[in-house]
């Protein structure tokens, strides 16, 4: 085996184990995850519906929680990652702005907010925040890394931060999280698709 083969293989096992260490929630984690999903049921018993944004990877992780939600546990959830949408907000607001357009246009007082932003430092989420204020929102929840009293955190009402500076590693550990949300409202780990 070659010292690179060597390397490749330590540096996956460091990653994982690493992975592995951060993604089991403490307590008090455990705690604030099955308060969102209180305020998730709640917010949908009161006709609310709950908005979800991210940036690169995590607008990804945003469109599929979002997705599963609405159709798995028949939560009314919605994302905006559609292009025409952002370009148009961007182009016609700026880009820091966009967030706060779409939850000026299309958010409600009662409903949630969850913004994902592995940095906690992203503009246009924390403008989000702050128009979702204005619109009086029931909750803002908020998913970060990084440095835990980051400026997305700090606007936050339930927060779920990860201890590590590795992007994928906290976008792995959000999407887990957010999907055990998902799972937590219908009960169980596996059921069919439809």
């Given at each position: 085996m070659s010292f690179r083969i060597k390397q490749q293989i330590n540096f996956l096992r460091e990653y994982?184990?690493?992975?592995?260490k951060k993604i089991m929630p403490?307590?008090?984690q455990i705690r604030k995850i099955i308060k969102i999903k209180n305020n998730l049921i709640m917010a949908h018993k009161n006709g609310k519906k709950i908005m979800v944004f991210g940036n690169g990877g995590s607008a990804s992780i945003a469109s599929?929680?979002?997705v599963d939600l609405t159709k798995n546990a028949k939560l009314r959830s919605v994302n905006y990652n559609e292009a025409n949408l952002i370009t148009c907000f961007s182009n016609d607001y700026g880009y820091e702005k966009w967030v706060e357009m779409a939850i000026k246009f299309y958010g409600d007082k009662g409903d949630i907010l969850i913004v994902i932003s592995t940095s906690g430092m992203s503009k246009n989420i924390i403008n989000g925040i702050y128009a979702a204020r204005k619109k009086k929102f029931k909750s803002i929840i908020t998913f970060t890394g990084h440095n835990k009293k980051n400026s997305v955190s700090r606007l936050g009402d339930i927060n779920m931060w990860v201890d590590s500076k590795a992007y994928n590693i906290v976008e792995n550990i959000h999407q887990t999280w957010l999907l055990s949300i998902v799972d937590l409202i219908i009960g169980k780990k596996e059921y069919p698709p439809n």
């Open positions: 994982f184990f690493d992975t592995s403490s307590t008090d599929h929680f979002s």
